[in-house]
């Protein structure tokens, strides 16, 4: 191996040990920062006592974790089948608890499904349910 095959070699791992530790520092914060590891373990800090306060709080996971702006009914639903945790029987009367506390909106449709987005109430009242963990 020659001289520039060497000095190649060597910026190539240099890059590598980079990247590395770019990624370990990811790892690092996601993991020490506020102990939500998916949406299971945000649920469980919510601590939900009703349908209605489970389902703000899928919907903040969504908004807050995963970036998602709006939610379907079906998100919720998908939401409780990750938490494990019994759906309630009439969704549409859940979300619309969630509205009629202010803690949703309408945002719209995508085709013929209804989108919703969390109001300010509605993050801030999952902030106050988390209390000091968030």
Same mark, same amino acid.
């Given at each position: ?10 910026? %190539?791992?240099?890059?590598? @040990?980079?990247?590395?530790? @770019? ?16 949406? %299971? ?7 939900? *006592? ?18 998602? @702006? ?7 639903? @998908?939401?409780? %089948? ?10 549409? *009367? ?19 499904? %209804? ?8 993050? *801030?009242?999952? &902030? *106050?349910?988390?209390? &000091?963990?968030?």
């Amino acid at each position: 191996m020659n001289q520039t095959e060497r000095e190649d070699l060597a910026e %190539r791992v240099g890059d590598l @040990e980079s990247r590395i530790s @770019e990624l370990e520092k990811l790892i690092h914060e996601s993991q020490t920062g506020d102990g939500v590891t998916g949406i %299971r373990e945000l649920v469980q800090q919510v601590n939900p *006592d009703t349908h209605a306060e489970r389902a703000l709080a899928i919907a903040y996971y969504l908004d807050q974790y995963q970036g998602q @702006e709006n939610f379907t009914s079906n998100d919720i639903e @998908e939401g409780y %089948r990750t938490c494990r945790v019994q759906k309630p029987a009439n969704m549409s *009367d859940t979300i619309a608890t969630l509205e009629d506390k202010g803690w949703a909106m309408n945002d719209g449709k995508d085709g013929q499904t %209804r989108l919703r987005r969390l109001t300010g109430d509605g993050l *801030d009242t999952v &902030d *106050d349910l988390l209390g &000091d963990e968030a």
